[in-house]
């Protein structure tokens, strides 16, 4: 026997078809998409390590062979800047997924026993790791480690986690607060066993916009201790080519910061146009009239 409410999933439900109601998702999917296959391929193919170290004779202008030039050394700066994308989105994926699992797990338990010990305790380590300026956590962390690329890793989902933390303590405290909540803990159903059947499912759209926020955090942040040298000891990424660059633009040589900027804005602004899109199809606002978000937006600035 089914102990649930009848209306306990409709949020879940209509938010996947309002998500793709919106225009410009299934492009940002694609293009996320590439860059996954990319980061795949790239790594499959070693060039991630470093390969190949001499493609060509220094600062050879594009051409065919060289799409963005070779740089000082003659590495060819296209395929530099494809490695560069398969890190730095190894970076997004990782810490996205370490920062907003432990971030999302402690917040659901804090809004869920709000008012209580844990609620407090947890409240209280993000508060203490919040305190923390992140660029000093940084490089301490990688300067102990060696610029080793886990140091990189755990730096930023303890730095992150807090984020997704609060959002989700907040809005499983207003879930909890829902008739069809409130009308399975009196079927019987445990604290915890709500939370996972109905709150966390409801709370989807909150998770996943959080997690594409993280995405596009990480890979800024990886991009910008490369810049200054914290990063990940000997590996390609975007922040090393910009780094690069600052000394080679006065000279004429524009390919490492074209092929950094391009790719990089590229994937950001696909993954802020998903996030948004997320957020939107969320919205509690749209889940009684069943309209597709843009609709909504569209209609508002009609009027």
Known sequence: MNRSPAGARAVDGGFRRRLFAQPGVLAALAVLGLYAVLAVAVEAGG??????????????????AHWLGTNAVGQDIALRALAGAAGSFAVGVIVTAGALSLGAGLGALAGSFAGRRLDGVLQWLMSVIDAVPFYLLAAAVLFAFGGHAAALYVTLIISFWTMPARLVRGEVRRLERREFVIAAR???VSRLGALIR??????????????????VLAIKTEVVLSFIGLGEAGGISWGVLLAESAGEVAGGHFGNFIGAT???????????????SVQAAGDPRLVATGCPAYSVRRDAAAR
């Open 47 to 64: 060039l991630a390590a470093g390969w190949p170290l001499r493609a060509g004779p220094p600062w050879a202008g594009p051409s065919p």
């Open 186 to 188: 009196l079927l019987g």
């Open 262 to 276: 391009v790719l990089m804005a590229v994937l950001i602004l696909a993954a802020n146009h998903l996030a948004e």
């Open 198 to 215: 109905h709150v966390l499912p409801n709370a989807l759209p909150v998770i996943v916009a959080q997690g594409l926020i993280i995405f």
